[in-house]
């Protein structure tokens, strides 16, 4: 487990980041990391992951998904399960983290604090850079202005490790005025 921790703690290091990224951000790395160690969270993605969950099923999900205004009972489910519970609690221990969610070794949605834009990540950099093909990486993302928030936000994305194997991944956003005291 150190192996990978240092591996993902050199790669973090290598991430390009934008400009005006804070230094509290590489600060957090650590404790998001850990996030990804969490008992409830691995059991989680792990039963997803066993799940017969095929690529189509996922993709058919994300078009309902984008097409759903408001919340159905399928996501209603993501955002309650005890995955769901724990994500909460990780992201009301500060007030800069807004939005986590969690994701399995496909990208898909297994647990959230708030509707994501969509169901499936696995098309995206947050999620193919923190899986990493099982090998797990950190991610940052770009700074962006979240309307919702109404502030700049940063996604720093973190692989879910078990037996030294990463089986999904969690992005958390980061709201950086709020991190950086403003």
């Known amino acids: 487990m150190t192996k ?3 591996t993902i703690l050199l790669m973090s290091s290598m991430v390009s980041m934008a400009e005006t990224l804070p230094a ?3 600060e957090l790395i650590p404790t998001l990391q850990k996030w990804g160690q969490d008992p409830i969270l691995i059991t989680a993605v792990s039963e997803q992951n066993k799940s017969s969950l095929t ?3 996922i993709k058919l999900r994300d078009a309902t998904w984008l097409a759903t205004d408001g919340i159905d009972d399928r996501m209603k489910a993501i955002m309650s399960n005890a995955a769901a519970k724990r994500l909460l609690e990780l992201e009301k221990s500060q007030p800069y983290f807004f939005e986590v969610f969690l994701m399995d070794n496909q990208g898909a949605n297994v647990a959230m604090t ?3 834009s969509d169901y499936w ?3 995206e950099a ?3 850079e923190s899986f990493n093909s099982g090998i797990g990486a950190v991610h940052i993302g770009d700074v962006e202005f979240d309307e919702s928030a109404q502030d700049y936000l940063v996604q720093v994305s973190v692989p879910v490790i078990d037996a030294e194997k990463a089986i999904g991944s969690i992005t958390i956003g980061i709201n950086l005025d709020l991190l950086e005291g403003k």
């Open 114 to 116: 708030n509707k994501t």
């Open 126 to 128: 947050k999620w193919q």
């Open 24 to 26: 509290q951000v590489n």
């Open 55 to 57: 690529l189509e099923d």
């Open 4 to 6: 990978i921790i240092s």
């Open 121 to 123: 990540q696995g098309d």
